[in-house]
Nanobody, 124 residues
Framework: QVQLGESGGGLVQAGGSLRLSCAAS????????MGWFRQAPGKEREFIAGISRSGSSTYYANSVKGRFTISRDNAKNTVYLQMNSLNPEDTAVYYCAASNRQVITTTPPSFDYWGQGTQVTVSS
């Protein structure tokens, strides 16, 4: 089992920044590729960023490419999501997830463990 806990969400004005953190406990963190998803009210859960086990590879959805950066610190068992140039369309609950796949994956069924989510609200 891997337990994941997100933090860092909140209310921010359009154009602002937030940094989300996801702390993991349980099994060896570096054995898991990690991903960030978000879900807005009435919408499906959306993949936004993924990072490989070592952190050497990343992948982003077009909607956040160039604005968001995913990173990880395996020594601290933590994955981060730096979000810049936020706009109201980024408002959602943000989730981190862990996958035991060898490569970065983007579909929710590919992930084995999920955090409970953190709310991000961007005001105009």
């Amino acid at each position: 089992q891997v337990q994941l806990g997100e933090s860092g969400g909140g209310l921010v004005q359009a154009g602002g920044s937030l940094r989300l953190s996801c702390a993991a406990s349980g099994r060896t963190f570096s054995n898991y590729a990690m991903g960030w998803f978000r879900q807005a009210p009435g919408k499906e859960r959306e993949f936004i960023a993924g990072i490989s086990r070592s952190g050497s590879s990343t992948y982003y959805a077009n909607s956040v490419k160039g604005r968001f950066t995913i990173s990880r610190d395996n020594a601290k068992n933590t994955v981060y999501l730096q979000m810049n140039s936020l706009n109201p369309e980024d408002t959602a609950v943000y989730y981190c997830a862990a996958s035991n796949r060898q490569v970065i994956t983007t579909t929710p069924p590919s992930f084995d463990y999920w955090g409970q989510g953190t709310q991000v609200t961007v005001s105009s």
